[in-house]
């Protein structure tokens, strides 16, 4: 059979990946004021940041709607016997119900998985999917299953370096931001069971604290697969990405470190100054 591999924008993988291997993305919508855009085609981040740093409202982000998928699913299915489409855990968005539903006029055809997560979190999902679309020894039903197991080896969180966003939308209070950063405190967001949580707060300079939070993630485990790792960020200097690379290949032994870029939906909720990790558990 040809199955062709689909997943929502919130993936956060590169394009020269997504090209090579065929990827479709069905992608999110960003509003900024009265305006709405698609994620990574009419708005990137850079453009979010230049418009709230301006004074503008933070960009809030929608769904994609049955419609939405109802579309990708038709065009895909007149070049492939099959698609496997893996979607923004479902407790952060409506996008997994609404292509549950579009699938569901495909019946035999299209097969959706919930990633329970975000970012590359989904994205190593969407790699695993690829590996085995690619190659021929699975059906795609086979795929969807392998998936769904997958879900709960994921080990994604990510790093904050700065708290505006998070206080502008109103998930966290102004005055416990004020405390944390006059304590210099970075907390970690966790994905837990589909979920996000606030797991460890580091204090220091953000490089000591990414430095403390790459040790504790990688550090004295026998758990982890280190076939790949990503470290996905949104705006961050050049030396914080290269001290980033060069602590991970230092601190475990992954055969592939993937350096990427989030797209407008995490960058809407997270800001600048914001990266995280995703690999597999054994």
Not at 3 to 16: E, F, G, Y
Not at 78 to 107: L, T, Y
Not at 194 to 221: F, H, P, Q
Not at 247 to 266: D, K, L, S, V
Request: proline residues 2%.
């Amino acid at each position: 059979m040809k199955i062709r591999v689909s997943s929502d924008s919130t993936c956060d993988l590169n394009r020269d990946y997504l090209k090579a291997h065929n990827v479709t993305l069905v992608t999110l919508y960003t509003n900024m004021g009265e305006d709405t855009y698609r994620d990574g085609i009419d708005i990137t981040p850079a453009d979010i940041f230049a418009h709230v740093a301006a004074g503008g409202e933070l960009c809030s982000t929608t769904a994609n709607n049955v419609a939405d998928y109802d579309w990708v699913f038709t065009e895909l299915l007149k070049e492939c016997d099959a698609v496997v489409h893996i979607n923004i855990g479902a407790e952060f968005s409506c996008c997994h119900q609404n292509a549950k539903v579009a699938a569901a006029e495909f019946p035999g055809k299209v097969f959706v998985v919930d990633s329970r997560n975000l970012t590359t979190g989904q994205g190593l999902l969407v790699c695993e999917a690829v590996q085995m679309a690619e190659s021929g020894e699975y059906s795609p039903q086979e795929i969807a299953e392998r998936l769904n197991a997958l879900t709960d080896k994921v080990d994604a969180s990510f790093l904050l370096g700065a708290l505006d966003y998070i206080v502008k939308g109103g998930r966290c209070s102004p005055v416990a931001a004020l405390g944390a950063n006059l304590l210099r405190l970075k907390p970690c967001i966790e994905l837990k069971d589909g979920k996000m949580v606030v797991g460890k707060k580091y204090r220091g300079s953000y490089e000591k604290c990414a430095v403390d939070y790459i040790k504790e993630k990688l550090s004295g485990r026998e758990d982890i697969d280190y076939s790949r790792i990503f470290f996905v960020h949104t705006a961050i200097s050049q030396e914080l990405i290269d001290l980033v690379m060069a602590e991970i290949a230092r601190t475990a032994p992954f055969a592939e470190i993937i350096e990427t870029t989030a797209g407008c939906t995490i960058s809407c909720h997270c800001g600048p100054e914001t990266f995280g990790l995703s690999f597999f558990k054994k």
